[in-house]
């Protein structure tokens, strides 16, 4: 079967950085995509991984290991507008997504 | 300003009376999808669309039907709703696999 796997919750400090990890299990994939949810709002893009490697996006970075199945999202310089929902998504070559059940992550001031 | 919107924004209803969610984009986007969030479950990719007439089921079709006439809608049939269909649906549209934009969701309650 399909799956992805994240943590669903991780608890860190103003400034600290957190790493939140994702395997996955698909078949046909193309790409991991990042995306963060406040509570109450829609899904909004971060980053995509289609290649090996480290991808940086300002505070934000995701890495993609595809011989491992396995990626990650870096949030650096936490600020407490980083509390959200952040989900990890696996895009095949026909456009089927499958999304990870989510990481909450908490910052503390 | 670019955007995905849908429409109604909250709807309660009752079991097996048919309902349509629509979903419009401004982008020219080809591709389109449904997904439906609860509650640690994440989201659930319902439909998704390729282009005009292209479609294809999720995750998690049974119970649902969509069109694709033009490209900038999308809608979403619940044709005999049920309870279980109670969620939060989103529509996103994107320009290629990489960045899908959301719409802000409908809350949904099927009574």
């Known amino acids: 079967g399909q799956s992805l796997e994240q943590p669903s919750e991780v608890t860190a400090v103003e400034g600290a950085i957190v790493q939140i990890n994702c395997t996955y299990q698909?078949?046909?994939?193309?790409?991991l995509s990042w995306y963060q949810q406040h509570d109450g709002g829609a899904p909004t893009f971060l980053s995509y991984n289609a290649l090996d490697g480290l991808e940086e996006t300002g505070r934000f970075s995701s890495f993609l290991s595809r011989s491992d199945s396995y990626g990650y999202l870096l949030l650096q310089e936490l600020q407490m507008k980083d509390s959200a929902s952040y989900f990890c998504a696996v895009v095949s070559g026909t456009y089927k997504y499958i999304f990870g059940t989510g990481t909450r992550l908490k910052v503390l001031a | 300003e670019a955007q995905v919107t849908q429409n109604p924004r909250y709807l309660i209803t009752v079991t097996g009376k048919k309902l349509t969610v629509t979903c419009s984009q401004n982008?020219?986007?080809?591709?389109m999808s449904w997904y439906r969030q609860d509650p640690g479950l994440g989201l659930r990719q319902i439909y998704y669309s390729m282009n005009v007439e292209v479609t294809d089921k999720g995750d998690v079709p049974e119970g649902y039907k969509v069109s694709r006439k033009e490209k900038r809608n999308f809608p979403l049939i619940l044709e005999s709703p049920s309870p279980n269909q109670t969620s939060l649906y989103f529509c996103?549209?994107?320009?290629?696999?990489?960045?899908?934009?959301f719409g802000p969701g409908t809350r949904l309650t099927v009574l």
């Open positions: 698909t078949s046909g994939f193309y790409g």
């Open positions: 982008m020219n986007h080809e591709y």
């Open positions: 996103a549209s994107s320009s290629g696999r990489n960045r899908q934009y």
